[in-house]
């Protein structure tokens, strides 16, 4: 780990177009924390973490994140509302004025790394408006050791201005806040959004452009972790649905939390040095682990504090995304370094708020494509302005926002892996049980922790026809037995007692999957399409 006290150095950003900086370089977590106060950008919580709001952004700004078209990605990417092209020379005039607005002022420069696996390195220096910024930067990024740091090559750059208003008449933007990356240049540049998040999805979108395209590596928007064995499992799942708490056990090793690559020999390197976790409704209870990583050190986003300085939790009077960033040694049981060998099991996590899908099923390969293409979960009323029912929301590859290539690149990848290491998949519902939103209940955290292990300790082999049913609509083997969870929990019909209810429900569901389903499918083999649901509504 870096000894802060040992660089005395700086650097300039005249090269960079910031003329006249007062530049922080690679200042310590410690000093950034207290010149956030000093600046009265932020405050102490009880716990001794840092609390910051992120201002007018509390979240990531989809519809404002653009590639800029040019030689390398002109080709390559999958142009449309997802990756949004952006003109080479508006990148440029706007890169200048973002220059020129961080001129003059003091400014916060960390260098750090993505990617655990030294043959993978991407070596990255983040240039900070904000000194809470650069100390987010430090949590998330690897952390260059002192000896790194002394030929320190940097080969992208973030430039992070949320003060920064563009003017979309002018700069190309849609309004006053993007986040912008240019594979030719190296940059990520991010504009008029404080959001943190922006910064560290920026590096992986990048990545998801670099590693498939460059390395042979498939990057995965997922959480893992290791057992003692040496068994490796993956959590894919879109925002919410529980990779960070699901990877967060005490009896396996924390490989990531977010953001990971699997290589040509086998192995999952995770891209971070940190963890993002969501805190609504954190408790110390459910998830003692992530409560206790909340420490000096930690950043506390959009939460309030009591008169006392301790997180309520439950308020989101300033958003529902409340999160905490940590570097990932604040979790006591860490791989180290973040690799882990030979996936065994992978889950790919939903909240299935229509509370038709069983908590726990099996994969057929045909399905796991199938349904990593699809990318379901489903939003809940109440969340969203105009929302007033479940809705259906599907993002392929279970991260859509931040893959440059066609999903079905990800996709072939993946089931290539799949097939040539056994490994098996499963669809784990961490949404409704009971009903659907408003009717059901959340599936109970300790229930889905049981099913997990479950499979993790081999206690759910499901190798006998008589241990599992397959779903009369979507084609899964559901387990008839799982230790620690009641048999009535692993049906979800039984869990509604109302049998017409549920399957107009269920059939809710697969219809909106087969619509989803219609822009993949001239591309999907006939062995990705049996995977699909097996009954709709006509
Ligand atoms: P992101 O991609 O935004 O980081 P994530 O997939 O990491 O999202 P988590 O941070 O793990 O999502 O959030 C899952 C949330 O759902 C937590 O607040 C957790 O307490 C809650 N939760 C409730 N019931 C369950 C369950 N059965 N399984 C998993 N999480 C649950
Ligand atoms: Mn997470």
Same mark, same amino acid.
């Given at each position: 780990?870096?000894?802060?006290?040992?660089?005395?150095?700086?650097?300039?950003?005249?090269?960079?177009?910031?003329?006249?900086?007062?530049?922080?370089?690679?200042?310590?977590?410690?000093?950034?924390?207290?010149?956030?106060?000093?600046?009265?950008?932020?405050?102490?919580?009880?716990?001794?973490?840092?609390?910051?709001?992120?201002?007018?952004?509390?979240?990531?700004?989809?519809?404002?994140?653009?590639?800029?078209?040019?030689?390398?990605?002109?080709?390559?990417?999958?142009?449309?509302?997802?990756?949004?092209?952006? =003109?080479?020379?508006?990148?440029?005039?706007?890169?200048?004025?973002?220059?020129?607005?961080?001129?003059?002022?003091?400014?916060?420069?960390?260098?750090?790394?993505?990617?655990?696996?030294?043959?993978?390195?991407?070596?990255?220096?983040?240039?900070?408006?904000?000194?809470?910024?650069?100390?987010?930067?430090?949590?998330?990024?690897?952390?260059?050791?002192?000896?790194?740091?002394?030929?320190?090559?940097?080969?992208?750059?973030?430039?992070?201005?949320?003060?920064?208003?563009?003017?979309?008449?002018?700069?190309?933007?849609?309004?006053?806040?993007?986040?912008?990356?240019?594979?030719?240049?190296?940059?990520?540049?991010?504009?008029?959004?404080?959001?943190? *998040?922006?910064?560290?999805?920026?590096?992986?979108?990048?990545?998801?452009?670099?590693?498939?395209?460059?390395?042979?590596?498939?990057?995965?928007?997922?959480?893992?972790?290791?057992?003692?064995?040496?068994?490796?499992?993956?959590?894919?799942?879109?925002?919410?649905?529980?990779?960070?708490?699901?990877?967060?056990?005490?009896?396996?090793?924390?490989? *990531?939390?977010?953001?990971?690559?699997?290589?040509?020999?086998?192995?999952?390197?995770?891209?971070?040095?940190?963890?993002?976790?969501?805190?609504?409704?954190?408790?110390?209870?459910?998830?003692?682990?992530?409560?206790?990583?909340?420490?000096?050190?930690?950043?506390?986003?959009?939460?309030?504090?009591?008169?006392?300085?301790?997180?309520?939790?439950?308020?989101? $009077?300033?958003?529902?995304?409340?999160?905490?960033?940590?570097?990932? =040694?604040?979790?006591?049981?860490?791989?180290?370094?973040?690799?882990?060998?030979?996936?065994?099991?992978?889950?790919?996590?939903?909240?299935?708020?229509?509370?038709?899908?069983?908590?726990?099923?099996?994969?057929?390969? $045909?399905?796991?494509?199938?349904?990593?293409?699809? *990318?379901?979960?489903?939003?809940?009323?109440?969340?969203?302005?105009?929302?007033?029912?479940?809705?259906?929301?599907?993002?392929?590859?279970?991260?859509?926002?931040?893959?440059?290539?066609?999903?079905?690149?990800?996709?072939?990848?993946?089931?290539?892996?799949?097939?040539?290491?056994?490994?098996?998949?499963?669809?784990?519902?961490?949404?409704?049980?009971?009903?659907?939103?408003?009717?059901?209940?959340?599936?109970?955290?300790?229930?889905?922790?049981?099913?997990?292990?479950?499979?993790?300790?081999?206690?759910? *082999?499901?190798?006998?026809?008589?241990?599992?049913?397959?779903?009369?609509?979507?084609?899964?083997?559901?387990?008839?037995?799982?230790?620690?969870?009641?048999?009535?929990?692993?049906?979800?019909?039984?869990?509604?007692?109302?049998?017409?209810?549920?399957?107009?429900?269920?059939?809710?569901?697969?219809?909106?999957?087969?619509? =989803?389903?219609?822009?993949?499918?001239?591309?999907?083999?006939?062995?990705?399409?049996?995977?699909?649901?097996?009954?709709?509504?006509?």
């Amino acid at each position: 780990m870096t000894n802060d006290n040992q660089i005395t150095n700086t650097i300039s950003l005249e090269k960079y177009g910031i003329k006249n900086a007062k530049v922080n370089y690679q200042l310590s977590p410690e000093r950034l924390h207290d010149i956030t106060i000093e600046k009265g950008q932020g405050v102490e919580a009880s716990s001794g973490a840092l609390a910051v709001n992120t201002g007018e952004f509390t979240g990531r700004s989809p519809k404002d994140r653009f590639i800029v078209e040019d030689a390398i990605t002109k080709d390559k990417v999958w142009w449309g509302n997802i990756n949004i092209p952006f =003109n080479a020379a508006k990148f440029d005039a706007l890169y200048d004025k973002v220059a020129n607005y961080l001129s003059n002022k003091e400014i916060f420069v960390r260098d750090c790394y993505a990617c655990a696996d030294a043959d993978y390195k991407l070596n990255i220096r983040v240039v900070n408006e904000y000194p809470w910024s650069n100390q987010f930067a430090y949590n998330m990024f690897l952390r260059p050791t002192a000896d790194e740091l002394k030929n320190f090559e940097p080969e992208w750059t973030v430039i992070n201005a949320p003060g920064f208003k563009a003017n979309p008449e002018v700069d190309g933007t849609r309004q006053h806040n993007f986040a912008i990356l240019n594979f030719t240049k190296k940059i990520a540049l991010i504009g008029g959004t404080g959001y943190t *998040g922006e910064i560290k999805k920026g590096i992986f979108s990048a990545l998801n452009f670099i590693l498939p395209v460059y390395k042979n590596t498939l990057p995965m928007h997922c959480s893992a972790n290791v057992g003692k064995e040496g068994d490796t499992a993956i959590f894919f799942g879109l925002s919410g649905t529980g990779k960070t708490t699901l990877s967060t056990d005490p009896s396996r090793s924390l490989i *990531g939390d977010d953001e990971h690559g699997w290589t040509a020999e086998n192995t999952v390197f995770n891209f971070e040095g940190g963890c993002y976790a969501k805190v609504i409704n954190l408790s110390r209870d459910n998830e003692p682990e992530i409560y206790d990583a909340i420490k000096k050190g930690a950043i506390l986003e959009n939460v309030v504090l009591d008169e006392k300085g301790h997180v309520k939790f439950e308020d989101t $009077s300033i958003t529902q995304n409340t999160r905490v960033s940590y570097p990932i =040694n604040h979790i006591e049981n860490i791989q180290i370094p973040s690799i882990g060998k030979k996936p065994k099991n992978i889950f790919f996590l939903t909240a299935d708020a229509f509370g038709v899908l069983p908590p726990i099923s099996k994969l057929t390969p $045909s399905q796991a494509a199938y349904h990593f293409i699809s *990318g379901y979960t489903a939003k809940v009323a109440g969340t969203e302005a105009g929302v007033l029912e479940p809705t259906p929301n599907f993002s392929a590859c279970f991260g859509a926002p931040f893959m440059p290539l066609h999903p079905t690149k990800y996709a072939e990848m993946l089931s290539k892996k799949m097939k040539d290491s056994g490994v098996n998949v499963w669809l784990v519902n961490t949404g409704w049980t009971g009903g659907p939103y408003g009717v059901g209940t959340r599936m109970k955290l300790k229930y889905t922790r049981a099913m997990i292990n479950a499979v993790l300790n081999g206690d759910l *082999g499901l190798y006998n026809y008589d241990d599992y049913h397959i779903h009369s609509v979507f084609g899964v083997a559901q387990p008839r037995e799982c230790p620690g969870v009641p048999t009535s929990v692993l049906s979800p019909r039984s869990t509604w007692n109302d049998d017409e209810a549920y399957y107009t429900t269920a059939f809710k569901l697969t219809n909106a999957f087969r619509e =989803n389903f219609k822009k993949f499918e001239s591309y999907a083999s006939e062995e990705i399409r049996r995977g699909g649901p097996q009954r709709y509504a006509f």
